[in-house]
């Protein structure tokens, strides 16, 4: 099984700048590799605390200077919210700077904050993401972009330097909807669980899409997905749940926070009619039981509890890998990176030893000529 990690970026303690956060999550991303973690991701934020790592290709293009083996993930980026080309662009530099080693995970966004930034209509969100999708792809698997779709027109350009290696197989999106599963299964993209929903409504969607993944191409499978988990992991159990309390929660209520969950006017944007059910159920329950739905679904305990939890979770979604956070919700550095250091030791290599499929990267060589 691949095991990964994710920086966070996240600044909700107040007790630090963003300078000593930036400090901290870089220490992080470098004790991974020499740890044993096969990967290091971050995810695209902008504007607030929540997470402040606007331009995770940029971010990882760092890390590939630093690193040898370690594959470098996007978790996610927002496609909306960028030029497609310029996309292919930046990812075709960290492919050839890496020696092929970037994994690109992407998605359409769910903050308005973001949107009304970027002055993008959100009720746009969808179709842009699926157009956006569709040009990047053609440009790192072709080494040109030509598109004529509803919101995005690009006349034909080329993708400079060309891309080397395929993408089909180490490109993920972080959700997809019955509207756009046709186009992301015709394209060979993988999904990228990051848990915010019921187990039974995320497995549902997940098999929904292995079938329709099947049916546009010639009965291959689906890639195996990807699952995201926020890690809380020590020795001691009673202190194990203590992080899991504090911080997972106070993590679980900053995403509340970002992403509006309890704004009913989310029924009203087009593409985002589940969350405004959902802010419905948590209006009606209360803010707090969702908060503790959502910490509930990450991961924490003694390395036993931790291994068991993921293999649990391993079985009813037959992901690749994890990709884990461990410095989030106003945790301390120390703490932080003492849960990350526990989980190396005491549970990576269980996770490593479990056979459950191919290994994660390595897409195939690509020959590009200049027209």
Not at 61 to 88: I, K
Not at 260 to 271: P, V
Not at 297 to 325: K, S
């Amino acid at each position: 099984m691949h095991v990964g990690m994710t920086t966070f970026f996240q600044n909700l303690s107040g007790s630090h700048t963003d300078r000593e956060v930036y400090q901290h999550e870089l220490s992080m991303a470098d004790m991974a590799e020499p740890l044993g973690f096969e990967s290091i991701w971050t995810a695209e934020h902008h504007f607030d605390d929540y997470t402040m790592c606007p331009n995770p290709l940029q971010f990882l293009t760092y890390m590939a200077g630093r690193t040898e083996r370690a594959l470098l993930g996007t978790m996610v980026m927002v496609l909306p919210w960028h030029d497609p080309v310029r996309v292919a662009e930046e990812v075709a530099v960290l492919d050839h700077m890496s020696n092929g080693r970037a994994i690109l995970g992407v998605g359409r966004g769910l903050g308005r904050i973001e949107f009304e930034g970027f002055r993008v209509n959100m009720g746009e969100s969808r179709e842009r993401f699926v157009e956006y999708t569709e040009a990047l792809m053609q440009g790192l698997e072709t080494g040109h972009i030509e598109y004529e779709g509803k919101f995005y027109k690009q006349p034909k350009v080329g993708v400079r330097p060309f891309p080397f290696t395929s993408f089909r197989g180490r490109f993920y999106a972080s959700a997809v909807s019955p509207e756009s599963s046709r186009i992301m299964a015709r394209l060979g993209i993988g999904i990228m669980i990051i848990a915010q929903k019921p187990w039974d409504k995320t497995l549902h969607e997940l098999e929904q899409y292995r079938e329709i993944y099947r049916e546009m191409n010639n009965g291959e499978e689906a890639p195996q997905p990807l699952m995201v988990v926020f890690n809380c992991c020590h020795e001691d159990e009673s202190i194990a749940n203590e992080m899991q309390q504090k911080y997972t929660r106070r993590y679980s209520r900053s995403a509340l926070d970002h992403y509006e969950f309890n704004n009913e006017g989310l029924a009203d944007i087009k593409g985002y009619e589940y969350y405004g059910g959902l802010s419905k159920n948590i209006n009606k329950h209360g803010i707090d039981s969702f908060v503790n739905f959502l910490a509930d679904l990450q991961v924490w305990g003694t390395p036993d509890q931790v291994f068991e939890r993921m293999r649990e979770y391993q079985e009813m979604t037959n992901c690749a890998g994890f990709i884990n956070g461990f410095s989030f919700g106003g945790m301390p550095h120390e703490m932080a990176k003492t849960s990350m250091r526990t989980f190396a030791d005491k549970v990576m290599p269980r996770l490593k030893a479990m056979d459950v499929g191919p290994a994660l990267g390595g897409g195939q060589p690509l020959t590009i000529a200049a027209e």
